[in-house]
């Protein structure tokens, strides 16, 4: 079946420092990927997508590009902030209205 | 800007004992979702829920689980004699049927001792 692989946290970086979150997947046809993130206390939240081999999609400074040959959709940002410490999860859904399936999540720490 | 609200946030309950979490999806979605994430682990999928009845479940949502939307606002996950290995925070998601984003609450946390 189909299922979503990242990196394993948890990740400590210094505020400004480049982040990447490596993630793969496997599936049969051609799913749209997803970054979620959950903030402590907080629900999940969607944080960026993609719907197609080699979109992009960004939000918040963070990017993500669905990358077909390789099967990964590796999540990026230039500088880290504070605020950015959360939990984050890689996921994939084999159509708009089918189910989100879920990698196991990155806790992300920023020191200042 | 609105939002999926849960209930209760936090229970602690005796093991076999029947529990009810509730859900207040966004008013205009028409796609309803269980899911759980035992503590450490992958948020895993347990049922969705459309046309009032279920359109899929996974093969944790066995016979001691059901959902019902009993008066067009709530969606309610049941758990009707729990185990240990029930424990976890459990999330309730609804889906909009014209952007088909998720929108998912702040997590009802069971403790089953």
């Known amino acids: 079946g189909d299922s979503v692989t990242q990196m394993e946290g948890p990740v400590t970086l210094s505020e400004e420092a480049f982040l990447t979150i490596n993630c793969t997947y496997t599936?049969?046809?051609?799913?749209?990927l997803f970054w979620y993130v959950q903030y402590p206390g907080e629900g999940l939240q969607l944080l960026l997508k993609?719907?197609?081999?080699?979109d992009k999609g960004s939000n918040k400074g963070f990017e993500a590009t669905y990358r077909k040959e390789t099967t990964s959709f590796h999540l990026e940002k230039g500088s880290v902030q504070v605020s950015d410490s959360a939990v984050y999860f890689c996921?994939?859904?084999?159509?708009?209205?089918?189910?989100?399936?879920f990698g196991k999540g990155t806790r992300l720490h920023i020191l200042p | 800007e609105p939002e999926v609200t849960q209930t209760p946030s936090h229970q602690v309950t005796q093991m076999g004992q029947e529990v009810i979490l509730r859900c207040v999806p966004i008013?205009?979605?028409?796609?309803f979702y269980w899911y759980r994430q035992i503590l450490g682990q992958k948020v895993e999928f347990l049922v969705s829920?459309?046309?009032?009845?279920?359109?899929?479940k996974s093969e944790i949502f066995d016979d001691q689980f059901s959902v019902e939307r009993p008066d067009g606002s709530n969606f309610t996950l049941k758990i009707r004699s729990t185990k240990l290995e029930d424990s976890a925070m459990y999330f309730c998601?609804?889906?909009?049927?014209?952007?088909?984003?998720?929108?998912f609450g702040e997590g009802s946390r069971l403790t089953v001792l």
């Open positions: 599936a049969t046809g051609y799913p749209s």
């Open positions: 993609a719907t197609k081999a080699d």
């Open positions: 998601a609804s889906r909009s049927g014209v952007t088909g984003e998720l929108f």
């Open positions: 829920f459309y046309n009032n009845e279920i359109s899929e």
């Open positions: 996921a994939l859904s084999d159509s708009w209205d089918d189910k989100i399936i």
């Open positions: 008013s205009n979605h028409l796609y």
